[in-house]
């Protein structure tokens, strides 16, 4: 079975920092999608970032980027120039292409402080 | 503006009752989802729908039901064989199978008094 694991739950930054939210995930699967899914106060669960596996380059969106490492099943999200903003419940999501079933990681709470 | 819509925000319901939570999207999306979320813990998937008049349960679907009559629209129900429904509950939608990224709606949070 496929896990996800966020080993840490809180993480606080100045404002206009960089913050590395790490995940790992256990999966015997060759091909399959990964994502970073951002929730904020309000509980509306935002899409951040995706990456597909058979990609080699890391994904990127604006000052979000990821750091893929396939073989060592490892899936981290930087945050560049970090924005009162971007305060908010962060999750790890894994998907088998074979289902498009969502797989979450248990969340990083990330405060950013000004 | 398409989206996803879930209502209502808050629903609070007395031991016993069932109760229907309410999620539409406008997406022409051919997938969608229901998840539970509690504190301190990642989304567990409840039950999913990958086309119209077909629907599977997902890891958590004891003492839930729902249909899927129409494309746009995906009811769970709650019914008072679910032991713990106090929870946050996210409905999502994809464009189904070949399409991997879900969308959510705003989320319903159920209390049982």
Avoid at chain 1, 7 to 17: G, R, Y
Avoid at chain 1, 52 to 74: D, G, H, I, L, P
Avoid at chain 2, 90 to 105: I, K, P
Wanted: glycine share 6%.
């Amino acid at each position: 079975a496929q896990t996800v694991t966020q080993s840490q739950p809180e993480m606080s930054v100045q404002e206009a920092e960089t913050v590395t939210l790490s995940c790992t995930y256990d999966t015997s699967e060759n091909n399959y999608y990964l994502f970073w899914y951002k929730q904020p106060p309000s509980r509306q669960m935002i899409l951040v970032i995706r990456q597909e596996a058979y990609k080699q380059q890391n994904a990127t969106e604006n000052r979000f980027s990821v750091n893929f490492q396939k073989a060592a099943k490892s899936f981290s999200l930087k945050i560049s120039d970090s924005q009162l903003g971007d305060t908010a419940m962060y999750f790890c999501a894994f998907m088998k292409q074979s289902n498009y079933q969502l797989i979450w990681g248990a969340g990083t709470k990330l405060i950013i402080k000004p | 503006d398409g989206g996803i819509t879930q209502s209502p925000k808050y629903l609070f319901r007395k031991e016993g009752q069932n109760v229907t939570l309410s999620c539409e999207q406008n997406l022409n999306h051919d997938a969608m989802y229901w998840y539970r979320q509690d504190p301190g813990q990642g989304l567990r998937l409840i039950y999913y729908s990958q086309i119209v008049n077909d629907f599977q349960k997902g890891d958590i679907a004891e003492g839930y039901s729902v249909s899927r009559e129409k494309k746009e629209s995906f009811p769970l129900t709650v019914t008072s064989a679910q032991k713990n429904p106090t929870a946050f509950y996210l409905c999502a939608s994809s464009g189904g199978r070949g399409t991997d990224t879900q969308y959510f709606g705003p989320g319903t949070r159920l209390t049982v008094l």
